[in-house]
């Protein structure tokens, strides 16, 4: 607790002393109850006005947790206690895509558990000149958000395609013919479910000059022992898709320096 409120106050410090440059102060603690499990988050500094909002944005959705209550750690609400077994999240990290004066992107790294636990990373992209998230609803034209639905469904498509005729042709055992002809049939129904309808669902963070793109794996919970492909991930270079970017999107990230 008192790591995390000198952390706070050195943060406070530098949005106060560098309002016009944003950095990073990482939030690291462990989980009361299972000390061995490490939860961090990304305390933007600079400009207070937009540093905050995005601060209590990711946090709100992220961490179940308004910024501007009291609390007596950020994580509270996610970790488990001793009232509260189960935790929303088994851990938390990190990886910061891009960090200057116009573009901040962060991916979230975690383990969420219900009726069973499920690994899962999450994108958040924000304009630091205005303090909005980006998403590829607000930098995509209409006809582009179409084009780019096209280019990775082909793409997946192609993926599996080639993987399920490197199965085939793959020499096993009968036992393990079976599996094989399990994982086949399963990514034949995959391909049934293409192409893909909506970009909703796809999780996409911004490099220095290219977005990365991905969508989820093929299978569910209970079959994910028979699908090595996993998550599909998808890098396309800006330069790339500037036809599809509207002008807010354009401006946006053509304009890293």
Not at 66 to 71: I, T
Not at 76 to 94: C, D, G, H, Q, V
Not at 133 to 138: P, R, V, W, Y
Not at 173 to 194: A, F
């Amino acid at each position: 607790m008192q790591k995390f409120l000198l952390l706070f106050i050195i943060a406070l410090f530098f949005t106060n002393c560098k309002k016009n440059e944003f950095s990073i102060t990482n939030i690291t603690e462990s989980s009361p109850k299972y000390p061995t499990l490490i939860y961090e988050f990304p305390l933007l500094n600079g400009s207070e006005e937009i540093a905050n909002k995005i601060n209590r944005e990711i946090a709100n959705e992220l961490l179940d947790i308004n910024l501007n209550d009291k609390y007596k750690s950020i994580f509270e609400n996610i970790w488990a206690t001793e009232n509260k077994p189960m935790s929303r999240l088994s851990f938390l990290n990190y990886k910061i895509n891009t960090l200057n004066q116009n573009l901040y992107s962060v991916t979230f790294y975690s383990e969420g558990c219900g009726a069973y636990c499920e690994e899962f990373n999450i994108s958040y992209n924000y304009n630091l000149q205005n303090g909005n998230e980006l998403t590829l609803d607000t930098i995509l034209t209409s006809k582009g958000k179409d084009d780019l639905i096209k280019i990775l469904s082909v793409k997946k498509r192609k993926k599996i395609e080639d993987y399920i005729l490197q199965l085939e042709n793959e020499e096993a055992t009968i036992e393990d013919k079976k599996i094989i002809n399990e994982s086949i049939r399963l990514y034949k129904d995959c391909l049934t479910r293409l192409p893909f309808k909506t970009l909703d669902y796809i999780d996409f963070k911004i490099k220095k000059d290219s977005i990365i793109l991905e969508s989820g794996r093929c299978s569910n919970h209970a079959m994910r022992a028979l699908d090595d492909l996993g998550n599909y991930s998808y890098a396309l270079h800006i330069s790339d898709i500037e036809t599809y970017l509207n002008e807010y999107g354009l401006n946006t990230l053509t304009n890293q320096n």
